[in-house]
């Protein structure tokens, strides 16, 4: 049997208590799926026994699977198998994040009315909220609170290939007994027995291009819903402060490595080697601005590739076509085109 002590790479016990009480409602042995996803059946007594994360995984796909539902038998109504697919489906095509969030809250009408979703903003602050109608039991309500909103915070961030940061979540429910474990997955400061479900967020990101596509998507959804319980990676890294001061400028007014470094009082050697424990490198960086920015133009309609080209930083519209192309593996125009047809699809 698998199991874990490691908190990175790991899930708290009563996660996966949680997890099987709409299974158990419906009379099918939770031990036998957890032996199949390759759990130590302690966990059921003991729950401060850790899971691997890939275990967990199994074990979620099974209950779907036996279930025939998304919601994992935690809802009053079912949600079948394949309708998170088809709502990425029908948002991938918008410009905007809000665009997709705003798709995407209509979808849900359709599947569910006793979980809602609904968007507020006031100020600089969004609020996306989550009502559940009809509980199950407390524990089944809670953890399905948990996973629509890990899972939608996951997948707005892939979207616009930036990590959302929340400034605050609320719940409507009471503080649960593994609270030391929601500073893994809501790095953020938390209410309990609120009036309803909420994450607050600034309203900038609602403005972000959607920079993926029916391209990206595929892969996307094959890792699912292993890529949507992963860790969530508060972005308070270097890498992000340079992302942010370059999103404020214009490609001609973009400082060079060295001014960067100074900007950030660190010398160059110490960025460099920071940049590279983050995986990546300020050309990187550049590369990844200019990208967002070519897509968020491309995806309007209003200006010729030539113009959109001199807008992100290039002289030539050849050298502009290469570096898209190797971005997202299509030319600039094919990628409009592409997105116009998906667009008028969906």
């Not at 489906?89 to 995407?104: F, V």
Request: charged share 25%; net charge neutral.
């Amino acid at each position: 049997m698998m199991y874990s002590h490691d908190a990175r790479t790991s899930i708290a016990g009563d996660f996966v208590v949680a997890a099987l009480t709409g299974i158990r409602d419906k009379g099918i042995n939770p031990l036998l799926l957890m032996d199949k996803a390759g759990i130590c059946r302690a966990v059921i007594s003991d729950q401060s026994i850790r899971i691997d994360r890939e275990a967990f995984t199994r074990l979620i796909l099974l209950i779907r699977e036996s279930l025939q539902d998304e919601f994992l038998g935690l809802s009053e109504k079912v949600c079948p198998v394949g309708s998170f697919a088809m709502m990425c489906h029908a948002c991938i095509t918008c410009k905007t994040l809000g665009q997709a969030l705003e798709r995407c809250i209509r979808f849900f009408g359709l599947i569910s009315n006793d979980i809602t979703l609904s968007l507020r903003q006031q100020g600089d602050e969004a609020a996306l909220s989550l009502h559940s109608e009809r509980p199950t039991t407390p524990e089944g309500n809670r953890f399905l609170i948990e996973t629509l909103l890990v899972s939608m915070l996951r997948w707005l961030s892939w979207m616009i290939d930036r990590h959302i940061l929340v400034r605050q979540v609320d719940f409507d429910f009471d503080e649960p007994p593994y609270l030391n474990e929601y500073h893994l997955i809501f790095p953020c400061s938390y209410r309990f027995n609120r009036l309803n479900n909420v994450l607050y967020f600034s309203t900038s990101y609602l403005s972000a291009p959607v920079v993926q596509h029916p391209l990206t998507l595929k892969p996307f959804l094959a890792e699912a819903p292993a890529n949507l319980m992963s860790r969530y990676r508060h972005d308070d890294s270097v890498s992000a402060l340079i992302r942010k001061r370059l999103s404020g400028l214009e490609p001609d007014e973009f400082p060079v490595f060295d001014a960067m470094a100074g900007w950030l009082h660190l010398s160059t050697p110490t960025l460099r080697r920071r940049l590279k424990d983050e995986g990546t490198s300020y050309r990187g960086i550049l590369d990844a601005v200019r990208r967002d920015r070519a897509i968020f133009h491309l995806s309007r309609n209003e200006l010729p590739v030539a113009a959109i080209a001199s807008l992100t930083g290039f002289a030539e519209p050849s050298t502009f076509h290469r570096a898209f192309k190797k971005w997202t593996g299509m030319t600039p125009g094919a990628w409009r085109v592409s997105k116009q047809v998906a667009s008028e699809a969906g």
